[in-house]
Structure formats: C-alpha cells, structure tokens
C-alpha cells in the first residue's frame, strides 16, 4: 500500500451558473481539509485536474486553490490534465508524492465548469480530447466519436440496441440515491430503448439516454502515507493502481477492444494481486453506454463481443455478482471533465467506509476505479480497500 485517502469532499454536479471554477475549487479543498482533520499548513503538495480546452477564460488554474486558505500561499502548486482521465491522472500523481516521500499530506482537487458555454462550443471543446488530424471532422463532435465505435461494435457483433439501453437504465436507477448525481430519474428501460422527441439518435445507433450529461462540478481528496494513516479517523489504501497510455489516433489501434484499459486492469490487480472477483464494486468510466458496456471485456469480465450477457443477465447490478457504477455513473451523476475522477475516487472511499447512504453497496471491501481519457487513450486504474 502505498498511500491513503484520509479526507474528502464533493459538490453536487449539474449546472451551476452561480459558481466559478474558482468558487467550486475553493469550497472543495476547505472542506476536505476540515473532513481529514488536518490543518492548511500540513499540506505539503497541491495537485489540480482541471481539462478546460475553453470552457473556462482563467486557464491558469493550479493557484487558485491557494484561495482556500492563506497557509496555502507557497506550497508547490500544479495543473494535471490527461483529457477526461484528468482527476485521476491528479490523483495518482499525488500517490506518487506520497510514496516517494517527498509529501506528507497531498491536496487533490478536480474541477470543471461547462454549462456556461454555448452548446456549439462544449462539442468542439470536447473533440479536443480526440486526434483531430483524422477525427476532427466527426459529426456530433466526442459523439460522433463513440457513435463510430459502436457502429463499428453492432456490426461486428450484432445489435446492442437493448444492452445499452439497460446499461443507461441501470445507472440513472442507481442515480435516484447518490445526492451528487445532476440526474436523480429513474428514467426505465422502455424510455431509454426507444427514439423519441425526448430521446432522440446524437450519433449512430447512440440516442441522448447514452451519452454522459455536460455538467458543472468539483471534488477533493487529502492523500496520506499509511503510517500516517493508521493515526486518522478515516483511511482508505490504495492496494493497486496503474496508469496506461495508449495511441492517439484510433487508425493505430483496434479501437473495439480497449487495449489499454485492459493492461491497466491487469496491472493494477496485479500490483494489488487480486483477481476481478475480488473486488465488490467497479465504478467505471461510462462517458458513453457503449463504453461501459466494451469495458465489461476488457476488464475480463466478459470475453470479446460478449459484454450484452453482463448486462442482460444482471451481473452489474447494484445486487448482481459485480455491481458497476452504484453512484450512477457518468451517465447520472455527470461529468464535469477535470472533475469525474476525483469523483470517482471519493465515492469509492465512501463506499468502502460505509458512508455511501443510499448508493452503499451491501458489504463493500474492496473498490475498482476505471477513468479514461479519450477514447481509451489515458487509462487509469485505481484497486482501493479501507484500511480502518
């Protein structure tokens, strides 16, 4: 184990035209200082996930955590960004910190704000995180881009139509009981299965009912040693992790098996030396139902064009043999970029602590992350117990 999460908070997602990125950074961070019960002054290393590719003027970010608190004044300070994986590439860099002992107390801090740009923009802001050279002419923008995949995926394997839409099902349902969640709708298979005014096609065979909602928010986490640890009111370990970067261009690569987060599964339950059934709980990185439901194979849950059967046949039910995404997901909760993986990591902690309320999973003891940047380009693992 090579650090701890000893502290933590989360602002509920959605759209917050009220906030700042400023606002929401400052907020998080006093508050997750206060829930590990350290003071400012302890910290020793600020990391900031902040994407922002133009949702936010102020693209100078790392300092304004500082505004939380003037003991923060001098601490080094830094922006971490890796697309939509940019919470989670903040917080194993912390882990990093942490390990090499050169900190004590790491400050992680994910924020994005994206409901305040027109609609045009977000699309063309968020194609960013593709190769533009080759996919920046997609229709729909990070859609089109996942719309691809799973045209590429109904005709290589057959239609999907209905496992997605209980995937998409299957998280707004879980996303009735987690406060953070922008969506709290059960919105129900039928209306997520069928096209209509209210659920119309965005990109190939992906209706609105599969793609992740734009949205504003922030999380934060103080990262400890677990000596250190062992010493606090709360600690949740981290028992593996692993970090895989794969090609830019999907041209490079076959873009239907997520190669990459395959190798980072395995790496970071290796690292853990754990098997999938071992854990209790996934939360995985859902931007598109098609992704959630290739994750299924490449974490092995499944074999190869075989991810329907965890989804028809309950598996990844809040109750099934492996539940996915208890908080909602992406698909509920929101996905304000820089944000989502210290999300992630935050729910997890809840979990494992037992403090999840109504989204706790029964007998939770050991968490799985996946975020992703791109399309499976960043591929973030993170393998999580409670250490007390």
């Not at 539940?323 to 979990?351: C, D, E, F, R, Y």
């Not at 992703?372 to 591929?379: H, Q, R, W």
């Amino acid at each position: 184990m090579t650090a701890a999460m000893v502290g933590w908070a989360h602002l509920p997602f959605g759209k917050h035209a009220e906030e700042t990125v400023e606002s929401m950074i400052v907020k998080v961070a006093v508050d997750a200082i206060n829930d590990a019960g350290i003071a400012p002054e302890d910290v020793d290393e600020i990391l900031l996930g902040h994407f922002n590719a133009g949702f936010s003027p102020q693209d100078f970010t790392a300092s304004l955590v500082l505004q939380a608190d003037p003991a923060l004044r001098f601490k080094p300070a830094t922006r971490v960004e890796n697309a939509c994986a940019t919470g989670s590439a903040a917080v194993h860099q912390g882990v990093r910190a942490i390990a090499s002992g050169d900190a004590r107390f790491v400050l992680v801090v994910g924020v994005e704000q994206m409901t305040t740009t027109p609609g045009p923009e977000i699309g063309k802001n968020l194609l960013k995180a593709s190769y533009l050279k080759e996919e920046g002419d997609i229709p729909a923008g990070f859609a089109g881009v996942f719309g691809k995949i799973a045209d590429a995926y109904f005709q290589k394997f057959g239609d999907q139509s209905d496992a997605l839409a209980k995937i998409a099902a299957k998280n707004h349902r879980n996303g009735v009981s987690n406060p953070y969640a922008q969506m709290r709708k059960d919105l129900g298979f039928e209306f997520c299965r069928a096209e209509s005014e209210k659920n119309p096609f965005v990109a190939g065979p992906l209706k609105r009912t599969d793609c992740s909602l734009v949205s504003d928010g922030a999380a934060a986490l103080v990262l400890t040693d677990p000596a250190t640890a062992l010493g606090m009111k709360k600690a949740v370990a981290f028992r593996g992790m692993a970090h895989v970067q794969d090609f830019l261009p999907m041209s490079k690569r076959d873009i239907l098996k997520f190669e990459g987060c395959s190798k980072a599964w395995g790496q970071a339950l290796g690292d853990a030396n754990l098997a999938l059934e071992d854990l209790s709980f996934v939360e995985t990185h859902d931007c598109f139902t098609i992704a959630e439901l290739i994750e299924y194979e490449a974490m092995g849950l499944t074999g190869e064009g075989q991810g329907a059967k965890a989804i028809l046949e309950g598996w990844t039910e809040k109750d099934g043999k492996l539940p996915i995404n208890p908080s909602g997901g992406l698909k509920a909760k929101g996905h304000p970029i820089g944000a989502t993986g210290v999300s992630m990591h935050v729910l997890t902690a809840m979990q494992l602590t037992g403090t999840a309320g109504d989204i706790q999973v029964r007998n939770a003891e050991i968490g799985g992350i996946f975020n992703m940047g791109g399309a499976a380009v960043a591929n973030f693992v993170s393998v999580m117990q409670a250490m007390k």
